[in-house]
Every structure is written in structure tokens, then in C-alpha cells.
């Protein structure tokens, strides 16, 4: 008797047990789905939450704008003019020196209020910023440079800043510019970029590097060529609005750079 139970019993299990495994993978399905959902959201929470390798501000004009790249090898430099748009330092500020062939000045804070024909340059926000001098960063065309006095630490103004246009060089006058003024001689692929894009390799090692225009370098061209006095200010104020660039916009302005530095790689002249 209690044998033809038994059997019934495992005859019963027999006959659902395609269905217990069905269900089994049906389960695991389901777990696979949830666990690469799941993969996929933390992979894009991942990707979004990824920051920019550099940080970037944006100079508007009515000569154009530009976007500035900000060097991670200058961190106090870099830090400090992020605050400074921030807090809205340079809203309104004028490129207050023109001198073509060389660089455009700004950041000067009472350029905000000046007049027209007011000598300006002597403005500060109340500190200095210590050199960051790298050999690595140098006056190629689009630099971002720190303005000083001339004071022997050759710290920076607080906020004022130059934008290099510069000039083209040939090999004789770098070297000239090696023997009679520079106490170093300049690498060799700085030289070719002094030759071929141009610079003010004259100030190198002397005023601190600490960006350089990633788009717009345009705009530094037409603020250069406008009428000036004799002070170098512009005969009509060329007022800039500056802000930081956003997280997202930083990422995307990255990938474009990077896809045109890869196209240009593939280039063959």
C-alpha cells in the first residue's frame, strides 16, 4: 500500500517538473533583466556624473566671444578666476589694451565705471596670486596670461589677464631672442608653433600661463585692429561678459575638441 503511494507521488513530480523549470527560468530571466537594467542606469548615472578634464570660462564681446581653457597646472591661477566670474568680478570690464601684434588687456575692476580717456590699469581686487611658472606652458598665440607690476616675486594681479595675439617668428630671430634676452633656449616644438601660429615668446617664464582660447581666437584679431588712444585703450570700450562654462557643455565642447585633434591627426599634407 504504502508502496502504490509512493509511486503516485513520483509519478505526480514527474509530471510537473517541466513546468517547476520553466518557472525556475523564467526567474532567472527576470533576475538577469532587473541586474542589467540596473547595470545600464549606473553606467549612465556614471557617465553623467563624470567630470570635464579642464574647467572653461566664456568671454562675450561685441566683437565676438571666445572660450578659454583653463590649465589644471596652474590650480591657484585657475581657481582663482573661477571665482572671480563667479562672483561677477568681470561683468561689464573692459578690454582696456590693445596693442596689435602683442596682446588684449583685461580684468582691470574700475574699468567698470571708467570714462572715456580714463587711464585705467592700476585697478586690483586687493591680492596677489604667487607665480605658477611651467615650462610646459608658454605665449603661443591664444595664451591666457596673468598681468603683474613689478614686483620681484612676479606674482600675478589678482585679476587682471591678457590674451596673446603675438606674432610670427623665424628661427633667427628666436635666435636672437635666445642670446640677448631669454636665459633659456626654447624646446623645439615651442619653436615651431612661435613659427608657424606665432606668440610673445619674450614673456615666457616671466608672466604666468594659465589658459589658453580653445574656440573663437577670432575675436582676439578684431579686438586687436580697433582704433586706440595713446594709452592703448580702445576709442570705443569693448566690454566683456564672462561666465563658466557648465559641466555639460564642458563635456561636450571636450568631445568635439578631442574628434577635431583625431581628424587633424588623420590629415596628410
Not at 517547476?20 to 533576475?31: A, D, G, M, R
Not at 565705471?113 to 607665480?131: C, H, I, S
Request: net charge positive; with cysteine.
Amino acid at each position: 500500500m504504502i508502496r502504490k503511494v509512493m509511486n503516485k507521488i513520483e509519478m505526480k513530480l514527474i509530471s510537473i517538473k517541466p513546468f517547476l523549470t520553466y518557472l525556475s527560468s523564467k526567474n532567472v530571466l527576470i533576475l538577469m533583466n532587473r541586474i542589467l537594467t540596473l547595470l545600464l542606469c549606473l553606467g549612465a548615472l556614471t557617465a553623467f556624473a563624470a567630470k570635464p578634464k579642464h574647467q572653461y570660462i566664456k568671454i562675450k564681446t561685441d566683437m565676438g566671444e571666445c572660450i578659454i581653457m583653463l590649465y589644471n597646472e596652474t590650480p591657484q591661477h585657475r581657481d582663482n578666476m573661477i571665482s572671480l566670474v563667479k562672483k561677477g568680478v568681470y561683468e561689464s570690464t573692459l578690454f582696456h589694451r590693445i596693442i596689435k601684434d602683442f596682446m588684449i588687456q583685461g580684468g582691470d575692476p574700475d574699468s567698470k565705471t571708467a570714462k572715456q580717456g580714463d587711464l585705467l590699469g592700476e585697478g586690483t581686487v586687493g591680492y596677489t596670486v604667487p607665480a605658477e611658472f611651467r615650462d610646459s606652458l608658454f605665449h603661443k598665440k591664444g595664451a591666457l596670461g596673468a598681468a603683474r607690476d613689478n614686483n620681484p616675486e612676479k606674482a600675478s594681479s589678482g585679476s587682471q589677464f591678457y590674451i596673446v595675439q603675438g606674432k610670427k617668428f623665424t628661427d633667427q630671430e628666436l635666435d636672437a631672442l635666445e642670446a640677448n634676452r631669454l636665459n633659456f633656449k626654447i624646446p623645439v616644438w615651442q619653436r615651431e608653433i612661435y613659427k608657424n601660429l606665432g606668440g610673445t615668446p619674450h614673456l615666457d617664464r616671466n608672466y604666468t600661463v594659465f589658459g589658453e582660447v580653445v574656440q573663437g581666437l577670432d575675436m582676439v584679431d578684431k579686438i586687436a585692429a580697433v582704433a586706440k588712444d595713446s594709452n592703448d585703450r580702445p576709442v570705443t570700450d569693448v566690454k566683456m561678459t564672462v561666465s563658466v562654462l557648465k559641466r555639460r557643455a564642458a563635456k561636450r565642447l571636450e568631445k568635439k575638441l578631442a574628434k577635431s585633434i583625431k581628424n587633424e591627426s588623420f590629415t596628410i599634407n
